[in-house]
Antibody, heavy 118, light 110 residues
Framework: QVQLQESGPGLVRPSETLSVTCAVSGYSISSGFYWGWIRQPPGKGLEWIGNVYNTGTSYRNPSLKSRVTISVDTSKNHFSLTLKSVTAADTAVYYC???????????WGQGTLVTVAA | QSTLSQPPSASGTPGQRVTISCSGGPSSIGSNAVNWYQHLPGAAPKLLIYSNDQRPSGVPARFSGSKSGTSASLAISGLQSEDEADYYCATWHDSLSGVLFGGGTKLTVL
């Protein structure tokens, strides 16, 4: 059974960098599929952040592209999100997910709440 | 059009059939498959429909999807109280080279 688990800082100060990691079990990232990050600000809808392949190839939301880095570590079977220069608008539950058949996200982590506040 | 439009809310009574629409454009729904997600409070989103009309294993047959041109729909028949959730459509946008999510539809079972 494929399982994903996010780990994040919980609280990040404005203007600093947010980093969240997604540990994957039950499937080797090296075997394929894109792996993605999606977030949900409080009271709002889902927002796609980006995807990464096991080669490191990534696609990022144009509205976040200048601040986002998505990387993969196949030796640890995890992938990571880094978001620079955060503001309160980046407060959200951050989800990691696997993009499977039909490019649908078929396996998701439980999400981690990251709050940006002083 | 670089957005996907969904009605903010929908409702129905137990046993009824409800549909949720998702409208895009030529570079999004018009060119790519649509996926649908169910999101219950406090839980991770769940893939309900992929590739316009395919159900993952374990998703009841009363959930169905369709696509025509630049629009897609999710239909739920035999509505149940546990279907009360937020529903999102999503697809790839060719020009943006990224995934678009609709704004979400909150389904209330009366």
């Amino acid at each position: 059974q494929v399982q994903l688990q996010e780990s994040g800082p919980g609280l990040v100060r404005p203007s600093e960098t947010l980093s969240v990691t997604c540990a994957v079990s039950g499937y080797s990232i090296s075997s394929g599929f894109y792996w993605g990050w999606i977030r949900q600000p409080p009271g709002k809808g889902l927002e796609w952040i980006g995807n990464v392949y096991n080669t490191g190839t990534s696609y990022r939301n144009p509205s976040l592209k200048s601040r986002v880095t998505i990387s993969v570590d196949t030796s640890k079977n995890h992938f990571s999100l880094t978001l620079k220069s955060v503001t309160a608008a980046d407060t959200a539950v951050y989800y990691c997910a696997r993009q499977g058949r039909g490019y649908g996200y078929d396996y998701w982590g439980q999400g981690t709440l990251v709050t940006v506040a002083a | 059009q670089s957005t996907l439009s969904q009605p903010p809310s929908a409702s129905g009574t137990p046993g009824q059939r409800v549909t949720i629409s998702c409208s895009g454009g030529p570079s999004s729904i018009g060119s790519n498959a649509v996926n649908w997600y169910q999101h219950l409070p406090g839980a991770a989103p769940k893939l309900l429909i992929y590739s316009n009309d395919q159900r993952p294993s374990g998703v009841p047959a009363r959930f169905s999807g369709s696509k025509s041109g630049t629009s897609a729909s999710l239909a739920i028949s035999g509505l149940q109280s546990e279907d009360e959730a937020d529903y999102y459509c999503a697809t790839w946008h060719d020009s943006l080279s990224g995934v678009l999510f609709g704004g979400g539809t909150k389904l209330t079972v009366l």
